[in-house]
């Protein structure tokens, strides 16, 4: 019992080292995306801003950078919600917002290193699908994992519903979380 839980203390250390990189690389890009945000709004001609998320698969990678304006795109916060009685999230997109990247945040951490997302309307028609992603702003963050750039003109105002599948060892998907929410212009 002592040697696992020697084990596992050493476990947690370097997991929390790992956690504070992390925190701490993040703090950095975050603050170069506002330096380039202040100076790109300064500017007549606001120039690209690079967009950049960690990937967990087996190790970190960062994926190529997606380049956009900073006002180009809106980023939001989801939680998983009742698909019925429209008690979701409404989304407030700017007009000149040509993309849409959503956060979604589980009910307990996942696992998972592969996810498919599918956006519905009440009626069940798709809208936007993708099927194999797995963004993480950290390669400790379970608790949450981020779509790829949706564009904006997919959705347009009014409600939708959000089903995520996480993708098991044995190749199949398994549902993880339902989100509802509505769009509206700004």
Do not use: C
């Not at 390669?139 to 409600?159: E, R, Y």
Request: proline residues 9%; hydrophobic residues 35%.
């Amino acid at each position: 019992m002592r040697a696992e839980r020697a084990r596992l203390t050493e476990k947690s250390e370097e997991l929390q080292r790992i956690a504070d990189a992390e925190r701490a690389r993040s703090a950095e890009l975050t603050a170069r995306i506002e330096a380039e945000r202040e100076r790109s709004s300064s500017a007549d001609n606001p120039q690209p801003t690079p967009v950049v998320q960690v990937v967990k698969n087996d190790q970190k990678r960062v994926p190529p950078p997606l380049t956009v304006r900073p006002d180009e795109f809106v980023a939001f916060n989801l939680r998983p919600g009742s698909v019925r009685g429209g008690d979701g999230t409404t989304l407030a997109v700017p007009q000149k917002a040509n993309s849409i990247v959503l956060r979604l945040s589980f009910e307990r951490p996942s696992l998972h290193q592969v996810y498919r997302a599918a956006i519905e309307t009440p009626e069940g028609k798709t809208v936007w699908r993708n099927d194999s992603f797995g963004f993480r702003e950290s390669v400790t963050a379970l608790d949450q994992v981020s779509l790829p750039a949706i564009p904006a003109s997919a959705l347009p105002p009014g409600d939708y519903v959000l089903f995520l599948t996480g993708k098991r060892p044995d190749g199949n998907f398994e549902p993880l979380a339902n989100y509802s929410f509505r769009i509206s212009r700004k």
